[in-house]
């Protein structure tokens, strides 16, 4: 299969090919039927849609954030699932880049969502009578719109820059998603600023909106300390603590990922 022609000094590529989960076809094919399943989030945004009590600011976050999750899911499942039961394994070069470009925008506004819900609890449990005044449906629909503009002005320029460089051979990226570590391991020229630029930008999209998270639980858990009796408590973990295990998975995979030492590993991780 001729992916690369020669004629230049550097070759340009015309499709990728993705490797994906390793394993035998039998695992791959248990792997598609799982994840096929995963169909929880259109039951929620479904819910808040139509279940009027739930027109909520805190269940209208909800709500987008599910259906958030459901597009930053498709940006990348199909073309694993069918990767899964394929030889090839192929995507081509701008399929890549369109990937690369939606899986990261959304997962910019999944990092801002998580930073602005762990806000509304932090009002529910810290500022109980000052909540209905800020958590308005108009200042919802503001830090909702905001969350969404902001994550897909994040990446286009990034994106450019990797797009423009010249890629040789091979063209196998040892992974079940365009990303950019793998994409710049098959680079043919040294491009130290680009990743630089590309790793800082990285770090602070994970960085900045954990920290406002952690500022939001810090003060949360220090206004819960300050009560006397263990129902309280109960009730105010009871109240974030299904947000507090998606940012421990959320983050936690972005750690491992991107962060631990094993980072350099995608594939066997």
Same mark, same amino acid.
């Given at each position: 299969?001729?992916?690369?022609?020669?004629? %230049?000094?550097?070759?340009?590529?015309?499709?990728?090919?993705?490797?994906?989960?390793?394993?035998?076809?039998?695992m791959q094919n248990l792997l598609f039927s799982l994840i096929l399943m995963l169909l929880g989030n259109g039951a929620i945004v479904c819910a808040v849609k139509w279940e009027r009590p739930l027109h909520t600011p805190m269940y209208i976050?909800?709500?987008?954030?599910?259906?958030?999750?459901?597009?930053?899911?498709?940006?990348? +499942?199909?073309?694993?699932?069918?990767?899964?039961?394929?030889?090839?394994?192929?995507? %081509?070069? !701008?399929?890549?880049?369109?990937?690369?470009?939606?899986?990261?925008?959304?997962?910019?506004?999944?990092?801002?969502?998580? %930073? +602005?819900?762990? #806000?509304?609890?932090?009002?529910?449990?810290?500022?109980?009578?000052? #909540?209905?005044?800020?958590?308005?449906?108009?200042?919802?629909?503001?830090?909702?719109?905001?969350?969404? /503009?902001?994550?897909?002005?994040?990446?286009?320029?990034?994106?450019?820059?990797?797009?423009?460089?010249?890629?040789?051979?091979?063209?196998?990226?040892?992974?079940? /998603?365009?990303?950019?570590?793998?994409?710049?391991?098959?680079?043919? +020229?040294?491009?130290?600023?680009?990743?630089?630029?590309c790793y800082t930008f990285n770090s602070m999209i994970i960085v900045g909106p954990f920290l406002s998270i952690l500022g939001s639980y810090t003060l949360v858990l220090r206004d819960v300390l300050h009560v006397p009796s263990g129902a309280?408590?109960?009730?105010?973990? %009871?109240?974030?603590?299904?947000?507090?295990?998606?940012?421990?998975?959320? #983050?936690?995979?972005?750690?491992?990922? #991107? +962060?631990?030492?094993?980072?350099?590993?995608? !594939?066997?991780?």
């Amino acid at each position: 299969m001729k992916v690369y022609s020669s004629s %230049s000094s550097s070759s340009t590529m015309t499709e990728f090919v993705l490797l994906g989960f390793p394993g035998h076809r039998e695992m791959q094919n248990l792997l598609f039927s799982l994840i096929l399943m995963l169909l929880g989030n259109g039951a929620i945004v479904c819910a808040v849609k139509w279940e009027r009590p739930l027109h909520t600011p805190m269940y209208i976050l909800l709500g987008n954030f599910a259906f958030l999750e459901i597009w930053h899911v498709s940006s990348t +499942v199909p073309n694993m699932l069918a990767n899964f039961l394929s030889e090839t394994k192929t995507i %081509s070069f !701008s399929g890549c880049f369109f990937q690369f470009c939606f899986f990261f925008s959304l997962g910019t506004t999944e990092c801002f969502f998580l %930073s +602005v819900m762990a #806000y509304g609890w932090y009002l529910a449990i810290c500022r109980p009578l000052h #909540y209905p005044t800020i958590m308005t449906g108009r200042f919802c629909a503001t830090l909702i719109s905001a969350c969404w /503009v902001s994550g897909f002005l994040c990446y286009p320029v990034p994106i450019a820059l990797i797009s423009q460089l010249p890629f040789c051979g091979p063209n196998i990226i040892d992974h079940f /998603v365009c990303d950019p570590g793998p994409l710049f391991a098959l680079i043919c +020229v040294p491009a130290p600023l680009i990743k630089l630029i590309c790793y800082t930008f990285n770090s602070m999209i994970i960085v900045g909106p954990f920290l406002s998270i952690l500022g939001s639980y810090t003060l949360v858990l220090r206004d819960v300390l300050h009560v006397p009796s263990g129902a309280g408590w109960r009730k105010a973990f %009871s109240t974030c603590g299904s947000h507090l295990e998606v940012v421990s998975l959320f #983050y936690g995979t972005l750690m491992v990922m #991107y +962060v631990s030492p094993t980072s350099g590993n995608p !594939s066997g991780m």
